[in-house]
């Protein structure tokens, strides 16, 4: 999800918040399906949106690749089940990056689809929460983990690409190829999805292997045009479509309200000069 999309959703909530806050001011948690502490995760969430736009410019914040750099690379170093990547069509590379981007701007939207369900729309806010938590934990793994390109640093297969005009080899965000940021937010999505239909709707628990294989497809298509453009690797696809269905999946059962409730969740955020991290522990 782009930043712009998680702050649209959290103004919206903040505002629902404080618009609602007389209505809410008897009860600390949500009566829904989902279970909300509207205090708790409120300001979780704001504080969140900072971290999540500190930690994508950090990630985004670096000097270009050089031509000496550029010259010194070996694409004999690519894992063989990635070289694909080093064999696309060049003359189509930009329309798959554009294709890619409309998926990114306009997949993250699509929960609001499940709305059209009478009992999920009564209880649109838990959702919307419940919602942006899962995005922001999925781009927070991005950003802050050892999973993500603050500790992985993978050159992107346009770098291998000598045909191409050399500032777009240089451009500085070519060292996140590992992994795939676009493919783990529309998987996030679709999983989101499809989790919280089951949570609403348990008579279809039965066919849910078959939901979970819908909700591959958009991530999947994404994940191509990322690698047609020049963007990723197989593996960085992969593993982004794993983490953005993991936090999907996890995050919409952490708030089930039919889950037993002797587990203990906490987040605790840490912000200084040289280090942004926020820590999410979970007990079973």
Same mark, same amino acid.
């Given at each position: 999800?782009k930043?712009?999309?998680?702050?649209?959703?959290?103004?919206?909530?903040?505002?629902?918040?404080?618009?609602?806050a007389q209505?809410?001011?008897d009860?600390?948690?949500?009566?829904g399906?989902?279970?909300?502490?509207?205090?708790?995760?409120?300001?979780?969430?704001a504080?969140?949106?900072?971290?999540?736009?500190?930690?994508?410019?950090?990630?985004?914040? @670096? #000097?270009?690749?050089?031509?000496?750099?550029l010259?010194?690379?070996?694409?004999?170093?690519?894992?063989?089940?990635?070289?694909?990547s080093?064999?696309?069509?060049?003359?189509?590379? !930009?329309?798959?990056l554009?294709?890619?981007?409309?998926?990114?701007?306009?997949?993250?939207?699509?929960?609001?689809?499940?709305?059209?369900? @009478?009992?999920?729309?009564?209880?649109?806010?838990?959702?919307?929460?419940?919602?942006?938590?899962t995005?922001?934990?999925?781009?927070?793994?991005?950003?802050?983990?050892?999973?993500?390109?603050?500790f992985? @640093?993978?050159? @992107?297969?346009?770098?291998?690409?000598h045909?191409? /005009?050399?500032?777009?080899?240089?451009?500085a965000?070519?060292?996140?190829?590992?992994?795939?940021?676009?493919?783990?937010?529309?998987?996030?999505?679709t999983?989101?999805?499809?989790?919280?239909?089951?949570?609403?709707?348990?008579?279809?628990?039965?066919?849910?292997?078959?939901?979970?294989?819908?909700?591959?497809?958009? /991530?999947?298509?994404?994940?191509?045009?990322?690698i047609?453009?020049?963007?990723?690797?197989?593996?960085?696809?992969?593993?982004?479509?794993?983490?953005? #269905?993991?936090?999907?999946?996890?995050?919409?059962?952490?708030?089930?309200?039919?889950?037993?409730?002797?587990?203990?969740?906490s987040?605790?955020?840490?912000?200084?000069s040289?280090?942004?991290?926020?820590?999410?522990?979970? !007990?079973?």
């Open positions: 999800m930043t712009g999309h998680l702050l649209l959703l959290g103004i919206v909530i903040a505002c629902h918040g404080l618009l609602s209505e809410r001011s009860s600390l948690q949500s009566d399906t989902y279970h909300v502490n509207y205090w708790v995760s409120l300001p979780a969430l504080a969140g949106l900072y971290v999540t736009t500190e930690g994508h410019e950090r990630v985004n914040d @670096r #000097a270009p690749l050089s031509e000496a750099l010259a010194s690379l070996d694409p004999s170093v690519v894992p063989g089940f990635d070289r694909i080093l064999r696309q069509d060049t003359s189509r590379y !930009r329309r798959a554009d294709i890619s981007d409309i998926g990114i701007t306009y997949f993250p939207l699509a929960p609001v689809l499940l709305f059209l369900d @009478r009992d999920m729309r009564q209880d649109w806010f838990d959702i919307a929460i419940v919602y942006a938590e995005q922001m934990a999925v781009l927070n793994v991005y950003n802050y983990t050892f999973l993500g390109p603050t992985i @640093r993978r050159y @992107r297969p346009i770098v291998y690409y045909d191409l /005009p050399l500032e777009e080899r240089m451009f965000r070519n060292r996140n190829s590992f992994y795939s940021g676009h493919t783990s937010t529309v998987s996030a999505t999983y989101f999805m499809v989790q919280t239909y089951l949570n609403y709707h348990p008579e279809y628990t039965g066919k849910k292997w078959l939901l979970y294989g819908l909700a591959a497809v958009p /991530p999947v298509f994404v994940g191509i045009k990322r047609q453009g020049l963007k990723h690797y197989p593996s960085d696809v992969v593993v982004g479509a794993l983490v953005g #269905a993991a936090g999907g999946i996890f995050w919409p059962k952490l708030h089930q309200k039919s889950r037993k409730r002797n587990k203990e969740m987040v605790s955020m840490v912000y200084g040289d280090l942004k991290m926020m820590r999410l522990s979970y !007990r079973f």
